[in-house]
């Protein structure tokens, strides 16, 4: 007698067991890593901006894959900095220079408290506004450090997820192909879809943006808001942030110019932004979509929209992708159930006299027979 204990489990069994592991060990991971799906998501999306560079440095110049792949990291790195970094330099500059406005602070401090009946400006309230201010600011300092924190393990992993993207890209790929569940033709479709979404959300968000950054700018300058140029930079950034954009910066302007006595112009910049600012965007948004990556609009809306509250900014991109790929599924389950069917519709149809019990009715009286039944 073997001492080898007996498996109890079946083969089918075992089949069964090792795909209820793998789905189990599958969630858990995403679970864990849910804090950390932005860095994977944004890797994904700069693979495909990044990938033609990568194609026609490493793969037809042939140059050192390595090379290749840092200096497109550091093309990154530098494109996303700078920005930030003429973002807070601006207003380093500004705050740095605050002590110049006391006066038209105050003025508008005034002018409020004289609108409002509220005296903001009275010992009780400042000291009042004085501690909660101090009440936040203990508040928000952790908070704060434990953000910068969590950026900075985003963008890392972000970074190191892109570098062996492109390393091990023929690897990937491979995996890819090997472990969906798809056929060559499904995969080109998903790829397709990827590519067109990417075009039509990344490239079209940043121009989206500057547009309106631009438009922002001239419309503080028309109704003479101070520093136009630098509200207006402050608009391109504030652009990216989903539902709020733009408002975040021509609302407060308006609010100045009220306070300021100017209504008109205050009612102005309320109309101009509200009318042309925020309707500019739905409308460059479903032009641009058409022409750099040939998504439907209605795709485009609704799936930022549903994007934006699972997954943050990142979301603006993945949205759309995801309801592309929904479409593109469908349309492969149509077909591939169409091939099934095939042989089913090609097949002989049983006489509809045996089928239909109203056969006669349709198909008439039954021949008589020519012979009398004495000569068979």
Not at 3 to 9: L, V
Not at 136 to 153: C, D, E, F, I, Y
Request: proline share 6%; aromatic share 10%; with cysteine.
């Amino acid at each position: 007698m073997s001492d080898a204990a007996e498996n109890i489990y079946t083969p089918r069994q075992r089949h069964v067991l090792l795909i209820v592991a793998l789905l189990a060990l599958g969630a858990l991971t995403l679970f864990g890593l849910a804090s950390y799906l932005s860095s994977f998501l944004g890797a994904g999306i700069l693979y495909v901006v990044l990938r033609p560079w990568f194609s026609a440095l490493g793969h037809r110049r042939g140059w050192n894959r390595q090379l290749v792949t840092v200096l497109l990291l550091l093309f990154t790195v530098v494109v996303l900095m700078i920005p930030f970094y003429a973002l807070s330099t601006m207003l380093f500059e500004r705050l740095r220079n605050i002590g110049q406005y006391t006066e038209q602070v105050l003025t508008v401090v005034h002018r409020l408290e004289r609108l409002t009946g509220v005296a903001f400006t009275s010992e009780q309230n400042v000291r009042t506004l004085l501690g909660q201010a101090a009440s936040q600011v203990s508040h928000w300092l952790p908070l704060l450090a434990g953000s910068l924190l969590h950026l900075a393990v985003v963008v890392g992993l972000l970074l190191f997820t892109l570098y062996f993207l492109f390393i091990q890209e023929e690897a990937f790929l491979r995996n890819l192909r090997r472990y969906l569940p798809f056929r060559p033709a499904t995969l080109a479709k998903l790829w397709e879809a990827l590519h067109d979404n990417v075009q039509a959300n990344v490239l079209g968000l940043v121009l989206i943006s500057a547009v309106q950054g631009g438009l922002t700018g001239v419309l503080l300058w028309v109704f003479q808001v101070p520093d136009p140029a630098f509200w207006g930079a402050i608009g391109f950034f504030v652009a990216f942030i989903p539902v709020l954009g733009t408002p975040l910066v021509w609302g407060p302007a308006a609010i100045y110019q009220f306070a300021q006595g100017a209504i008109g112009q205050g009612v102005g910049i309320l109309l101009v932004g509200t009318v042309v600012v925020m309707n500019v965007d739905n409308l460059l948004r479903i032009v641009l979509a058409r022409r750099l990556g040939h998504v439907h609009p209605v795709v485009t809306l609704a799936g930022m929209t549903l994007g934006v509250g699972l997954f943050g900014i990142v979301g603006l991109v993945i949205g759309p992708l995801l309801l592309s790929y929904l479409g593109v599924l469908l349309r492969v389950f149509a077909e591939e159930n169409r091939q099934s069917r095939a042989p089913e519709e090609v097949a002989p149809v049983a006489d509809p006299g045996r089928l239909l019990p109203l056969a006669g009715k349709w198909c008439g009286p039954p021949e008589a027979d020519p012979q009398p039944a004495a000569n068979r």
